[in-house]
């Protein structure tokens, strides 16, 4: 696990789009296409922002979600509208490289479509080559919430939740998010020091904090966070 503090927001996002494309143009000397997972919620803005003036072989790639809010494509409170607004609708990819998540009557109807998407991509195993997650203050990620039964899943690569108190969500899966070949965690801001803390010194169980639940089996976990975030990680001065 590296973590990487940065002066703020927008030298993070900065750093976390030139990571992307470093790690992107290796990857495309082993291998076609590349699959990436982007992450929803607001943290990643602005690294989208700057992902879509890099100049990549956009062909090549093919964009998955982490996870969707259960809501028409062009709802504000859609991943995917947030991800075409900031970045994909500024890039020449063909359209059927993007795979959202369908919104269906049901998360979980919509979750079976894209399990079977994914699984005729990704083959026998969920490796998805880059995977970006956001961190809520509660310490969920993706839609894997706290004392849920997704955080307990081994074998479904995607499930559909009913969190409390937010709309119900379609989730990739530990199983997929812990296959990924490098994971990289956005986190932005003073609301998010304490569980970024508890996450990075604590080492919390999952069922409390599922984005400690990360842990590739033999990717690589970065956490790319500003000094906000990062406020309750230096030890105080002995
Ligand atoms: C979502 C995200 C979610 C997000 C966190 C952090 O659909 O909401 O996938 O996991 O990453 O809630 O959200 P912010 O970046 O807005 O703080």
């Not at 005729?120 to 995977?131: E, H, R, T």
């Not at 997929?176 to 994971?183: E, F, I, K, S, T």
């Not at 932005?188 to 996450?199: H, W």
């Amino acid at each position: 696990m590296e973590l990487r503090v940065f002066a703020d927001y927008e030298a993070l996002s900065r750093a976390a789009a030139a990571f992307f494309e470093r790690v992107v143009r290796q990857l495309l000397q082993k291998k076609t296409p590349i699959a990436v997972a982007l992450a929803g919620g607001q943290t990643p803005r602005r690294t989208y922002e700057h992902l879509r003036q890099l100049d990549l072989p956009w062909e090549h790639l093919h964009f998955f979600w982490g996870d969707e809010r259960c809501v028409p494509p062009d709802d504000p409170r859609s991943n995917y509208r947030m991800a075409c607004e900031t970045f994909l609708s500024h890039i020449p990819i063909p359209s059927e490289n993007l795979h959202p998540i369908p919104c269906l009557d049901t998360p979980e109807e919509a979750a079976e479509l894209y399990e079977e998407e994914l699984r005729s991509f990704c083959g026998p195993d969920p490796c998805l080559d880059f995977v970006w997650l956001g961190l809520g203050k509660d310490g969920h990620t993706a839609s894997l919430f706290p004392h849920t039964p997704a955080l307990a899943e081994k074998k479904r690569w995607v499930l559909g939740v009913h969190p409390k108190g937010t709309i119900p969500r379609v989730t990739l899966t530990y199983p997929v998010l812990n296959c990924a070949r490098w994971v990289v965690f956005l986190v932005s801001g003073r609301e998010k020091a304490p569980v970024l803390a508890m996450i990075l010194k604590g080492r919390p169980f999952p069922q409390s904090c599922p984005a400690a639940g990360i842990r590739p089996l033999s990717g690589n976990l970065l956490w790319f966070v500003d000094r906000e975030a990062a406020a309750l990680l230096q030890e105080p001065a002995s």
